[in-house]
């Protein structure tokens, strides 16, 4: 048996993305690690630890023990504690070791995939204690990888593979969040619509419908007198949406029509990542 076809995209875009971030981190000299990322809080060296141990968790590795320093701004609550002790384990971890444990994580994880063969609703090990299927878990895997990818990029002054396999993963997840963003958290009035026109390497127009009972829903077909369309590029969503960077830095690089308070409001809500 061999990887089912639903999960065949996700190792894909996990690989493509991997591969990248190898790349670029190689020739890293000492210093060049810890450079500032636009994660907040991480550095060059954090942001690869931390794929490192997403990778290690999909392989089924123990967690660290380990004991957080409480002087870490950047970590305010329990998910954010989660994550951070596979990146704080390896703070003083030199070029060579991280490119070492990098390069054999990649080895086994491509083994892993090589001969998986359980079905795509099968439970796994999720975040924080939690359990979700192989599919989500692998889904989820490619797209915090390639966010992570291009974490480094920033930092490294590496633009690139913003149309990517896993920047396609990264438009479907984080479309998923839209109507959650736009009839919940911004309250978009009921029966009506919100129109995101998105251009640049991975190009999309998606509608956001509010229904009578205030429930959104996601739709490829645009709507005729929105009540607020936001129009903006693909690096700028993806900036905005993993909150990497602040609604006032790139207000310049995004263009409200319609309802200013409305539209005010979703950008104000539009980080779906924790």
Sequence with gaps: MSLHPTLQPYADAWTHSIEAISELVTPLVEGEWNRRTPCPGWSVRDVVSHVIGLDNEMLGDPRPIHTLPRDLYHVTNEHQRYMEMQVDVRRHHTAPEMTSELEYTIIRRNRQLRNESRDPATKVRGHVSTEVTLEQSMRNHAFNVWVHEQDLRAALGRPGNLDSPGAHIARDVLLAELPRVVADDSGAPRSSAVVFD?????????????????????????ALGPAATLILDWETYVRLACGRVPLESVTDRVKADGDPELAASILRNFTVTK
């Design 198 to 222: 998105v251009h640049g390497p991975i190009e999309f127009l998606r509608t956001i419908r509010v229904d009578i009972q205030g429930r959104g829903s996601l739709e490829t077909a645009p």
